[in-house]
């Protein structure tokens, strides 16, 4: 475990254990706390997954970190947690974990990783990181640059916390620049919807959340399954949102409140997403070339 760079302000009490808090209204500069909220409400709701569903997410998001870049050696930094799922996935493979995130749901994150020992979770957003420079020898931020209103800014104080020759590992909603007009179509389609439903209270919106995961994701995911039953591995990837095709209810219905009950969304293209990652000292930049796009690694 890492010492902390900075005295907590203040400590958020969860049920077997305190964490420390770095954050105020007054001293976040890059932050959305419309989108904040949200996210607290949202694993709040979404606060386990089994270990199953943990395994095959993670496998997709990280299968372009090997054991040469993760491994037992390693400290690594969460930025973004959530609710912890990604910090779980990690936690067996490396030596020690410090997960961080500006909303409330440190107390959803506390709960899932209450029995995992390797791990600390930090009350704080992206430009008060309670660490020293430098300190990681891997940083990750998955699905949480996009929802910050300076994503670059954001990613160079992530890369700032990677030691010489560490490695970064961010993914971010891309802007369907590989898809056809057709496909274009249905996302402005579903971003009109979530410009409304994002404003919605928060009971209300969990509810229809989860009607626009019956209504928006499950004729796409029935799509693919008969696809892929009668062609194989030919044509389905083609289809809006195949990657949920062998996803759990619980995981679409976590992604859909996640889509459609975020206030602050961005979008980027493949050569953005490089050229931040290039202009934040990264070098050796691998993009996935699997589902969720774009999830990319480069070395500092």
């Known amino acids: 475990m890492l010492n902390y760079s900075k005295i907590p302000i203040t400590y958020l009490k969860s049920a077997d254990k305190e964490i420390a808090s770095f954050i105020t209204n007054d001293n976040t500069e890059n932050i959305d706390w419309e989108t904040v909220e949200s996210f607290g409400i949202e694993w709040e709701k979404f606060d386990q997954f089994s270990g199953e569903e943990l395994k095959k997410l ?117 802007d369907f620049e590989n898809r056809s007009v057709l496909f274009k179509f249905i996302f402005h389609l579903s971003n009109s919807v979530r410009k409304v439903t994002s404003n919605f209270p928060a009971g209300i919106k969990k509810l229809v959340c989860d009607l626009l995961a019956v209504i928006f994701y499950m004729p796409f995911i029935l799509l693919t399954k008969i696809v892929k039953l009668f062609t194989g591995e030919r044509f389905y990837k083609m289809i809006p949102l195949f990657w949920y095709h062998d996803k759990t209810w619980n995981v679409i219905r976590n992604d859909a409140l996640d889509r459609f009950g975020t206030p602050l969304e961005q979008r980027f293209n493949k050569a953005q997403i490089k050229s931040m990652m290039e202009s934040c000292g990264l070098r050796e930049i691998t993009f996935s070339e699997n589902a969720p796009y774009w999830h990319a690694i480069g070395k500092k």
């Open 58 to 174: 993670g496998d997709d998001y990280f299968d372009i970190a090997d054991e040469k870049i993760l491994n037992q050696h390693s400290y690594v930094l969460d930025v973004g947690c959530g609710s912890g799922r990604w910090t779980m996935y990690v936690a067996n493979k490396v030596k020690f974990v410090e997960a961080i995130d500006p909303s409330k749901a440190v107390l959803s994150a506390a709960k899932l990783l209450n029995k995992v020992e390797n791990v600390r979770i930090s009350h704080t957003d992206v430009s008060n990181i309670p660490f020293e420079k430098e300190s990681f020898d891997f940083v990750f931020s998955l699905g949480v640059l996009h929802h910050i209103p300076d994503t670059k800014d954001a990613m160079r104080k992530c890369v700032e916390m990677i030691k010489k020759d560490g490695y970064f590992l961010v993914y971010l909603y891309y």
